[in-house]
Nanobody, 128 residues
């Protein structure tokens, strides 16, 4: 089992910056590809960004391209999401997720149903 804990959420002004972190514990050797998802009130949980195990391949949803950066430090068992120039429409609960490495290929995954482990979420609120 892998446990994921997000941190770094909070209130930020539009145009500012915020960095989310997702710390993995437990059987961390099982954590393969990872991703950040977000869910706004009344909406589905959507992919924000994803990263493969090595960190060499990444994905961003169109609305955050050029503003957000995903990264991971496998030595620290931690994934990050640097949020620059956030907008009010980025307001949501942000979740990190990990997929079992043993059943994963070398790429990233964008569908929430393909992830095995989830954090509890952290609220990000962007004020205008």
């Amino acid at each position: 089992q892998v446990q994921l804990v997000e941190s770094g959420g909070g209130l930020v002004q539009a145009g500012g910056s915020l960095r989310l972190a997702c710390a993995a514990s437990g059987r961390t050797s099982s954590a393969g590809p990872m991703g950040w998802f977000r869910q706004a009130p009344g909406k589905e949980r959507d992919i924000v960004s994803a990263i493969n195990w090595s960190g060499g391949s990444t994905y961003y949803t169109d609305s955050v391209k050029g503003r957000f950066t995903i990264s991971r430090d496998n030595a620290k068992n931690t994934m990050y999401l640097q949020m620059n120039s956030p907008k009010p429409e980025d307001t949501a609960i942000y979740y990190c997720a990990a997929r079992e490495s043993g059943s994963s290929g070398s790429g990233y995954y964008t569908a929430p149903t393909l992830y095995d482990y989830w954090g509890q979420g952290t609220q990000v609120t962007v004020s205008s």
